[in-house]
């Protein structure tokens, strides 16, 4: 079975500041990683999907991951944080192949909050 | 047109009323999913579709019925639900299901609360 754990439910940066955001991951098999960002009353958008061409991977809006096999790691980061930014994170893990095509799998979530 | 739009919004039913969640995508993604959201935790996965089959079901009570018209219609007939049952529920597509790497394009949700 796959699962991702994401490290602090909150995290709050003042804008400009550094974004990090973690996942960390558990599969049998080469994971297919993913964040994702859902603003309030809203559905979640892709910011980004890791799966195995490059291990450092550039999404929407300034953020950018990078894939560590020997840590499990995941990381979500933006250099410098917008208040616009504001919104929960989730990170989220599919397997590839076998019979569970489809199966999005998220972590329990990251609030980030920007303070002005 | 990269929008799944969901009707309705909001939904309040009482426990022995029989309701419809719709959710419509004009994108030609043959793959359409449902996610149920409780407050503060994240979605979870309820029904798979591709190409208008069911694919997945992820051993969700049978007062919870997905129906997949066409390709680009997703319904979740709902009768006889409980109040745990009230979550936001989220519609999503994707251009196949194949690979397990698609990007899915979610819709707002239907906030549902069940009386």
């Known amino acids: 079975a796959q699962s991702v754990t994401q490290l602090g439910s909150h995290v709050s940066v003042s804008e400009g500041a550094l974004v990090l955001l973690r996942c960390n991951y558990s599969?049998?098999?080469?994971?297919?990683l993913f964040w994702y960002v859902q603003y309030p009353n809203q559905g979640l958008q892709l910011l980004l999907k890791?799966?195995?061409?490059?291990?450092l991977v550039k999404g929407i809006n300034g953020f950018e991951a990078e894939f560590k096999k020997s840590e499990t790691s995941f990381h979500l980061t933006k250099p410098s944080a917008h208040m616009s930014d504001a919104a929960e994170y989730f990170c989220?893990?599919?397997?590839?192949?076998?019979?569970?095509?489809?199966?999005?799998?998220f972590g329990q979530g990251t609030i980030l909050t920007v303070h002005p | 047109d990269t929008e799944v739009t969901q009707t309705p919004k909001h939904l309040v039913m009482g426990m022995t009323n029989k309701k419809s969640l719709k959710c419509e995508q004009h994108m030609g993604h043959r793959a359409m999913y449902w996610y149920k959201q409780k407050a503060k935790k994240p979605p979870e996965l309820m029904f798979v579709?591709?190409?208008?089959?069911?694919?997945i079901n992820e051993s969700v009570p049978s007062r919870f019925s997905p129906e997949c018209p066409n390709s680009s219609l997703l319904n979740l007939h709902l009768h006889a639900l409980q109040p745990e049952d009230s979550a936001l529920y989220l519609c999503?597509?994707?251009?196949?299901?194949?690979?397990?790497?698609?990007?899915?394009?979610f819709g707002s949700g239907t906030q549902l609360s069940v009386l």
């Open positions: 890791y799966t195995s061409a490059a291990t």
């Open positions: 599969s049998s098999v080469p994971p297919y």
């Open positions: 989220a893990v599919s397997r590839a192949g076998g019979t569970s095509y489809g199966k999005l799998t």
């Open positions: 999503a597509s994707s251009q196949e299901v194949v690979q397990g790497n698609e990007k899915l394009f």
């Open positions: 579709y591709s190409y208008e089959k069911l694919s």
